[in-house]
Every structure is written in C-alpha cells, then in structure tokens.
C-alpha cells in the first residue's frame, strides 16, 4: 500500500499523548504559581508582625492604621501609621487590634474564586477569628470551594485530568471487484489487464487490494510513526521544562526580596530602640531560627536563603543575599542599602527598595 498520509488512528494517539502531556503539565506550572503567591502573602504578614512590634514599641500599642492595605500602593508613612505595605498583588481583607492584641488576614488577586486562599495570623489573642491560624507565629492558610461554602482543611491546590477514550477505531478493507465481477469481466472478454488493473499477493481476490497488493494487515507502529510521537513529546518537554524553571527561579528570587524587605524593618525596629543599626541578627543561614538572643536585631531568612551582611557604617547599612537552588550559571544576588550614598555591589538603585542581580 502506498500511503502518502497518516491514518486516523494515527492522528488520535498523537492528539491523546499530547492531550496527556498538557494534562501533566499545565497543573504542575499552576500548583508552581500558586506557592508563589501563597509564599508571599505568608513573608507579607510576617513583615506585618514586625512593622506592629516596631509601632508598639514607640506607641506601646498596636494599630489597624497602616501605609496600605492595597498591594502595588506604598505611599510615605504618615504620623501614627504604621510602616507596612503587602506585596503587589496582595490585599489586607482584616485588621483588627483589641484587648492588647491585633489579628490580620490577606489575599492574593491571583487565587479567587475556586482557588481562593485566605492566610491569616494573629498575636496576642486567645485564638484567630478565622479559625485559619492555630499558633502564633506560625501561619496556616485555608483553601475555600467558593464564596458561598465556608472553609474547608486542605493546604494543598490539586487537580485532576481524566482522560477517557470510547471504542477503538477500526478499519476494514473491502475488496469492490468480487468473483462475480471477474466472471463477468470474463465472459465480455474483458481482461484484468485490459482494466488497468494488477492483483498482487497469494491469496484469492477476495482477500486482496484492488489496487497493486495484499491488503496490510498492522498489528504496532512502523518506525517513522514512533520517531514523530517522540520528537513530538520531545517539544513539548522543551517548551514545557523551561516554563517551570523559570517559574522556579522567580519563586526564590521574591523570597530573597521579601526577606530584605523584613530585614529592613528588623533593623528600623532594632533602631528605635538602641539608636544604632546591627550587624548581629539572629541567622544569616535559612532554615535555621533560633530564639534571638539580647542585643540581636530579631531577624531570619527563608529555608533556602542565606545572607552575606549586614555591613554597618556611617549610619546606614547594606546587605545581599542569595539562594541555595539558585548557583552556578543562574546565580542570582540581591541586595539592599539604607542610609548609604549608593549600594557597594551595585545591584541595588534606589534605596530602601531590593533588587537582583
């Protein structure tokens, strides 16, 4: 059989394998984004903690009164505010301080609806009002179904891809010119070779093409046909494995820069009280935290970060940080300045504000 084209069943596995590969993949990068943004809203209360222990210890009370409760706005602090403003893309829906104690809650506009995720903490209270957070500091987060039903415990996002195919296609090969044909061909004098037309194989017309041979009977996949599935899973991989990559390495590179930003305010609240920045802080190596002891700036990285600083002179201080799954050729630094003329490594521009590099 001479065939200059693809079957149908031929066309439905390709269609299949790449229906199954997008149905791996796209769940894995989404589950990917949406750590991302959970990780951010978690270091954004964490800051939040320590922007109210600095206010507390000026005010010797806490506040519902901050910079911004909308992320992407961070306006210049005004009196009696108090110096926080979440993430780009996070927003405080609660902020309440009662009874010597204050609780929060914040969201992402990237998780709503059915992937919607509320984090929320609470300090110096019997328990969360969300029933979210069960210890401080810790913080827990709560996936909701939708906005009508209520909270349900999982703290993972899953998906789940059923693929189901009905029937197996089948082909059938009829031969159009039967015994009965031929006889007549014969009796008109007619001959096959008079018709164009050459049986090949063994076996009796019946069992024959019409049209130069047996008919194929294919039980696998010839060899081109297996070459085109795995070059076609072969691009996917390709387009795919960078995607989540670099979806990876954007995840590490906003906890480097959430925890400068935390580090920051450690040391402003260090300040208040002993009028100095500090180069002591509790860890420099993440994943490990313990109790700060007297005289250090109460500060931790994230598991996985590590800082090389801070550097204090002249009154203001600098510091850069890096990430252990991001080495070698990808090697990422960021870094930060406070009170200094410029940034020593000069990957940070303006001040107060982290950048990589």
């Known amino acids: 059989m ?20 997008a149905a791996i993949a796209i769940p894995k ?3 990917t984004k949406g750590k991302a943004y959970i990780a951010s809203m978690k270091s954004d209360l964490r800051n939040l903690v320590t922007a109210e222990e600095a206010f507390f210890a000026d005010s010797v009370k ?6 911004s409760k909308v992320g992407g706005t961070c306006p210049a602090p005004a009196a009696g505010q108090v110096n926080w403003c979440p993430t780009t893309g996070n927003n405080v829906t609660t902020l309440n301080a009662a009874g010597g104690g204050w609780d929060a809650s914040i969201t992402n506009n990237n998780l709503v609806g059915t992937a919607l995720v ?3 903490i609470y300090i110096n209270e019997a328990a969360d009002p969300l029933g979210i957070a069960t210890t401080p500091p810790p913080l827990r987060f709560v996936r909701q179904r939708s906005h009508r039903l209520g909270a349900f415990a999982k703290s993972h996002i899953t998906a789940k891809t059923r693929t189901a195919l009905h029937g197996r296609p089948q082909a059938s090969y009829r031969n159009p010119l039967s ?11 007619i001959t096959l070779a008079s018709i164009g037309v050459q049986w090949g194989g063994t076996g009796p017309p019946s069992q024959q093409h019409p049209i130069g041979g047996a008919v194929m009977n294919r039980k696998g996949f010839t060899l ?28 590490y590179i906003a906890s480097m820069k959430s925890d400068l930003r935390n580090l920051v305010t450690a040391e402003e609240a260090f300040f208040a009280d002993s009028v100095k920045y500090s180069t002591n802080v509790t860890s420099k190596v993440g994943g490990t935290c313990p109790a700060p002891a007297a005289g250090q700036v109460n500060w931790c990285p994230t598991t996985g970060n590590n800082l090389t600083g801070p550097a204090v002179a002249g009154g203001g201080w600098n510091a850069s940080i890096t990430n252990n799954n991001l080495t070698g050729t990808a090697l990422v630094t960021c870094s930060i300045y406070i009170n200094e003329a410029a940034d020593p490594l000069g990957i940070a521009t303006t001040e107060g504000a982290p950048a990589c590099k």
């Open 224 to 251: 081109i046909e297996l070459l085109i599935v795995v070059v076609i899973i072969g691009i996917l991989a390709a387009i795919a494995i960078p995607k989540f990559a670099n979806t990876k390495g954007k995840a």
């Open 118 to 120: 509320t984090c929320s």
């Open 29 to 31: 990068f989404a589950n």
């Open 179 to 189: 015994h009965k044909v031929l006889q007549k061909f014969s009796e008109g004098g």
């Open 62 to 67: 806490y506040s519902t009164n901050v910079t």
């Open 2 to 21: 001479n065939r200059k084209g693809f079957t149908l069943i031929e066309l439905l596995i390709v269609v299949v394998i790449i229906g199954i590969l």
